[in-house]
Structures are given as structure tokens and as C-alpha cells.
């Protein structure tokens, strides 16, 4: 049983991989599916904005609150903005938007093109000669891969706005002074790493929630499942892929 | 159709903030770096850079003007530092100028610092060297600190001492804390006050008596100012000097006889000096005693005869 558990796991991983390798394939070809792939963007991107900037907002709260015991035990007040945005634009923000995008893009995705499978109308668009893979999964995934960055960077700006607030609930923290210590403490080397891995978090959650979405099976209950298993794996992916890249980050010398 | 419009502005929104936010980011982190102003590099060659690195600030007259481009060694006992330096701030780096190691506070990232030349000298031009200062290590400055540390507890020491001494019972301190003392000196300024007062009431009257005095008022004022009785003093005096003169020469004569005296001259000389005169003198003084008790002996005798008895009777009467 052991042995099923770890072959259907390889052969998962491997089905995911040639599933990705196919979007490489197909979603370069000409005859690029426009206007779906705007659409996506406003419902992957635009749609889970609220969310991401309320999360974001409270993430940059919480940290700054939570910061300052310790940095006051070492009469250390006035790097509140400087340990606070170095730790909310490296790694809170980027991880946050993607796990809140995991659970709402992730289970969309899954469900949506979970149901379509499951009604077959995947199979009626492969027979009315659209091919579904290029007008669902591709512009889905390019979406998620490029929006989700673009969310990150709001997310920045909003949990640093709510370090800012955080920083002035107990001391004083002029406005000028907070974004001249955040803008004097992050270098390139935290931004555009930050950024970088956001760009694979959103390849993940969109990949993982197609693949999901699109070997949906077993009727109306694969569908439930399909997004469950969506948000579970692009989740864990999310975790897996900032340890890849804190590792080469390091390796690189970049932090 | 509209609705599809709609929804593509929000995503151009959407997308464009998220951009240019990113954008903006750059941009500041850059100009923090000093990346995108014109910029000067200059270098300065440092015996120790105390682990300055890549990056770190560059601060002439504490203002951040650019930073540190790289640390390299170039010799057993130097480090080239290459620093980018802001046009702007180029001016007024002079070529005489010095570069020292630095921390931002006390355990701060380390830093250069820039302490501006004299005015005489030019500005520096594109890839000047600067002189350098050996940096502040902080070790040093512990040992340093150390010899002060021990300095201060002898001092410390030392006041405790004075201090102990001070809040003694027996001390001046006592003197201060006492409110009697306080009292005391307060009541003794009251009576210096009265007594100051007084002291103008009997100066006024000194005034008014040296008036009376100059006027001639009064026996003392006639005294002074009298001019006939001046002159009869002054006869006085003169007859009083002749007096006194004649007095010196009676002394000067009495002298003389009692020196003669002593030596025994003339009569009472010998009197005086002879011992066995005054022998005699006491024994017929002795003799003459004697007599007389025997003379008082038959006095009483007397007084019971016959012939006196009724005289004595009579007188007791």
C-alpha cells in the first residue's frame, strides 16, 4: 500500500510537470486568447485585490505591534520601520498574498474548470475546434503568474502603510521619517528577489489549479475535491518554493 | 459590452498602481543608492576598514552623500575604498578633506565619513584619493574606557567620603540643617537692623551736638572756638613745661641724694645703712617695752592705794 501511495505521488508530480511543460508548449503559439486572458485578470487579479490589501494591512499591523517589545528591550524603538518592512517586503507580503491567492484562486480555478470537466463542456470546446487547454488553462496560468505579483507589490505598499500606523500607536513616527527608514533599509537585493519568487508562486497556484480542475473526475464530488486538493497542494507548493528561493537568495549573496 | 469596458479599466487600474508602485520602490531604493543622480566616484585608501563593506553609507559632514562601491585590498597594510559620491555634494569636498571609518551610533552599520577641508583648498575632481584617518576601534575605546572607569570609582570613592564627612553630626552641613542656627542668624539681622537704626538716630545727634560744637554753642564749643582762652592755655602750658623742667632738675637732685644715701653719706645715710644702729634701735625698743609694762604695773597698784582708791571710785561713777 506504501508502495501505491509513494507511485501515485511520482506519478502525480510527473503528470504535473508534463502539464506545465504543455502550457510552455501551447501558450506561446500564436492565435493568443486575449480577451479571456484579460478577463482572468480581473477576476484573478482585481477580484482578490480586498482581500489581499485587508490581509496585507493587518499582516503590517500585527508585525509592528508584535515587533516592538523586543526591539524596545534592546532600546532598539527607532529600527521599528527597518526590521518591520525588511521582514514584511522579503517575506510576509509575497507569502501571504500567495496563500490568500492559493485559497482564492486556487479553489476558483479548481472548481470552475472542475465543474466544466465534470458537465463535459471541456470536451464540447475540443469538439467545436476551440482548444480548451490554450483558451482555459493557459490564460488562467499566465494570469495567475503575472498578477499575483502585481498584487505582492500592493500588498507591500499596504502592510507598510499598516507599519506605519502600527509604529504609531505606542511611539511617534513621522511619515516622512517611516518611509525614509523603510526606502533607506530595503536595497534591491530584498525587492527584487521578493518579487521574482512571487512570479513562481503565481505559476504554481495557477498550474496546480488547473491540473486539479482539469482531471476532475468522479461527478459533482471530484469537483469538491479537485478544489480542496487545489488549495492544499498550491499551499504547500507556495512554502516549497520560498525555501527554493531563500536558498539560491542565499547561495546568490543576496540578503 | 460597457460592462466588459468597465471591468477592463478597473484591471488597467489595477495593474498600473501595482506597477507603478513597483516602479516607484525602485526609484527610491535607487536614489537611496545614488543610483540614478549624476554621481562623482572618488577613493580613499584605509589602513583598516573595520568591516566596512559594499553599500554601506558615505556621509560628508553627517549627511548621506552616496556609497560605498567597493573595498578592495591592494597592499599587505591598505584597503582601497571606492565610494560614489553625489554631484551636488562634490563642491564642497574639498581635496584636503579627510575620510575616516565610522558607526552609525553604537552598534550600527559602519560607515564613512567625509569631515570637510579647509575652504582654501579646491574642490575634488573625478577619481581623487583622500586622505584617511585611522579608524576609532572600539576595543581601544573600551581600554580607554577602562582607565576612566577605575579613575572614576577612586573619585567616587573619594566623594563618598566628603559626602559621609559632610552629613556628619559635627559639620558644617549640621550648621546649614540647623533651623535655630537659621533663627538665630535672622533674629541677630533684626537687632543689627535696630541697632543700625539706632545708630542713625545717635549719628544725628553726633551731627547736631558737632554743630553746636562749631557754632560755639555749649562749654566745649566755647572751648574750641574761644580764641582768648586758647592762648590762656597755651600760657599754661609753657609755665607748665617751666614747672615741669624744675621738677626734672628737684629729681635729678633727689637722685643724687639717694644715691649718697645708699652709699651710707651723711646722716640719715648712716642711719639707715648702719645694722648695728637698728640692733640697737630694736633692743632699747625692747628695753623701753619692758619699762613700760612695768610702769603699767604700778600703775594698777596705784590704783588701789590708799591715796588714788577714791578718785578711781569717783571717776567709775
Known amino acids: ?255 | 459590452m460597457k460592462g466588459e469596458n468597465f471591468k477592463n479599466t478597473r484591471l488597467g487600474l489595477f495593474v498600473i498602481v501595482g506597477t507603478s508602485l513597483l516602479i516607484a520602490a525602485f526609484y527610491f531604493i535607487g536614489s537611496k543608492q545614488s543610483l540614478f543622480s549624476d554621481t562623482v566616484t572618488i577613493s580613499a585608501r584605509f589602513h583598516n576598514v573595520n568591516g566596512l563593506m559594499k553599500g554601506n553609507n558615505v556621509r560628508f559632514a553627517g549627511i548621506d552623500v552616496g556609497t560605498v562601491e567597493s573595498v578592495d585590498i591592494i597592499s599587505d597594510s591598505s584597503v582601497n575604498v571606492v565610494m560614489i559620491i553625489e554631484k551636488k555634494a562634490q563642491p564642497y569636498i574639498k581635496t584636503n578633506a579627510i575620510a575616516s571609518i565610522g558607526t552609525d551610533g553604537l552598534m550600527g552599520n559602519k560607515l564613512v565619513n567625509i569631515n570637510s577641508g579647509t575652504n582654501a583648498a579646491p574642490s575634488i575632481e573625478e577619481d581623487a584619493i583622500l586622505q584617511t584617518l585611522r579608524p576609532i576601534e572600539m576595543d581601544e575605546m573600551i581600554r580607554t574606557l577602562n582607565v576612566t572607569n577605575e579613575n572614576i570609582m577612586v573619585i567616587s570613592s573619594n566623594l563618598r567620603t566628603i559626602t559621609d564627612k559632610i552629613n556628619n553630626k559635627n559639620s558644617l552641613w549640621n550648621i546649614l540643617m540647623d533651623t535655630m542656627v537659621a533663627e538665630n542668624v535672622k533674629t541677630s539681622i533684626v537687632n543689627l537692623k535696630i541697632m543700625s537704626n539706632a545708630g542713625v538716630l545717635v549719628t544725628g545727634d553726633l551731627r547736631n551736638i558737632l554743630g553746636d560744637i562749631k557754632n560755639g554753642k555749649g562749654s566745649l564749643g566755647a572751648l574750641i572756638t574761644d580764641t582768648t582762652l586758647s592762648s590762656k592755655i597755651r600760657q599754661t602750658v609753657v609755665k607748665f613745661e617751666k614747672l615741669s623742667d624744675t621738677a626734672a632738675v628737684i629729681t635729678g637732685d633727689l637722685n643724687h641724694v639717694i644715691k649718697g644715701l645708699k652709699q651710707g653719706k651723711g646722716t640719715v645715710g648712716v642711719l639707715l645703712n648702719d645694722t648695728m644702729l637698728i640692733h640697737n634701735l630694736n633692743k632699747s625698743v625692747e628695753t623701753l617695752k619692758v619699762g613700760a609694762g612695768n610702769f603699767n604695773e604700778n600703775m594698777e597698784a596705784l590704783k588701789y592705794s590708799w591715796p588714788f582708791k577714791k578718785y578711781y571710785k569717783r571717776k567709775k561713777k
Open chain 1, 1 to 255: 500500500m506504501k508502495q501505491g501511495v509513494l507511485m501515485r505521488f511520482l506519478n502525480e508530480t510527473g503528470d504535473i510537470t508534463r502539464f506545465a511543460g504543455r502550457f510552455f508548449k501551447e501558450a506561446f503559439k500564436p492565435r493568443y486568447e486575449i480577451g479571456e486572458f484579460l478577463r482572468q485578470c480581473f477576476f484573478i487579479g482585481y477580484k482578490s485585490l480586498p482581500l489581499v490589501a485587508i490581509t496585507a494591512f493587518i499582516m503590517g499591523l500585527v508585525i509592528t505591534i508584535q515587533s516592538r517589545p523586543t526591539l524596545v528591550e534592546f532600546g532598539a524603538e527607532a529600527w521599528l520601520p527597518k526590521m518591520v518592512s525588511v521582514s514584511l517586503v522579503r517575506e510576509i507580503a509575497p507569502v501571504i498574498t500567495a496563500l490568500i491567492c492559493a485559497g482564492k484562486i486556487g479553489s476558483g480555478i479548481g472548481a470552475e474548470l472542475g465543474s466544466m470537466k465534470v458537465t463535459e463542456q471541456i470536451d464540447a470546446m475540443e469538439v467545436s475546434g476551440t482548444n480548451p487547454f490554450k483558451y482555459l488553462v493557459a490564460t488562467r496560468i499566465m494570469t495567475a503568474t503575472l498578477t499575483i505579483p502585481i498584487l505582492v507589490v500592493l500588498a507591500d505598499a499596504v502592510s507598510l502603510y499598516g507599519g506605519y500606523l502600527g509604529a504609531n500607536i505606542r511611539g511617534v513616527v513621522s511619515w516622512d521619517l517611516y518611509w525614509n527608514q523603510v526606502f533607506d533599509t530595503l536595497a534591491f537585493s530584498d525587492v527584487i528577489p521578493s518579487i521574482l519568487k512571487t512570479f513562481f508562486f503565481g505559476f504554481a497556484i495557477g498550474t496546480i489549479g488547473c491540473y486539479k480542475g482539469y482531471n476532475s473526475n468522479k461527478g459533482t464530488e471530484g469537483v469538491g475535491r479537485s478544489a480542496n486538493s487545489a488549495v492544499v497542494i498550491s499551499s504547500l507548493l507556495v512554502f516549497i518554493l520560498d525555501l527554493l528561493a531563500v536558498q539560491i537568495i542565499d547561495l546568490l549573496n543576496l540578503t
